[in-house]
């Protein structure tokens, strides 16, 4: 079990679950405002950086690369000393002790916690909704499914 401990700082810990455009867009806005304010480590579902979903359409029509619509480098999170966890989604919160848990057992403590884990696609259910073919259209990994269904 991974373990980031308290002791590794006395600045106060913010921990975000969400690494998506509204979670990164606010450590944007508070590292603007006061850059050294927060240890700040951040958990992502997804195993990758942050991106601009808005532009999953010209992803998929291939206009775009992904690395045309990434928002943050990963040299951005380690610029701003940011711990970043993609790929590794929060499975637990122990307000208790003030500990989040991922799901390959990575603890971490916080003193501040924002949870800006964005929304699911939810699929009518409709006769046919569950067919080969029929996706949600919400992240990368859907625009891969897409592409390799029209394949």
Do not use: C
Not at 61 to 79: H, L, M, P
């Amino acid at each position: 079990m991974n373990h980031v401990p308290a002791a590794l700082t006395k600045k106060p810990r913010l921990v975000v679950i969400g690494n998506g455009m509204a979670g990164m867009r606010t450590v944007e806005e508070i590292l603007g405002r006061a850059p050294d304010k927060y240890e700040i480590t951040v958990f992502g579902a997804e195993p990758r950086v942050n991106y601009n979903r808005i532009m999953l359409s010209p992803l998929l029509s291939g206009e775009k690369e992904f690395d045309d619509i990434v928002i943050n480098t990963a040299e951005w999170y380690q610029e701003n000393r940011i711990h970043l966890f993609s790929g590794d989604p929060v499975v637990e919160i122990d307000r208790a002790r003030k500990v989040v848990i991922s799901k390959s057992g990575t603890e971490t403590a916080y003193d501040q916690l924002l949870l800006a884990t964005g929304s699911d696609p939810i699929m009518i259910p409709i006769p046919g909704h569950k067919l080969s073919g029929v996706v949600t259209f919400r992240d990368v990994d859907d625009v891969d499914t897409m592409l390799k269904t029209a394949a």
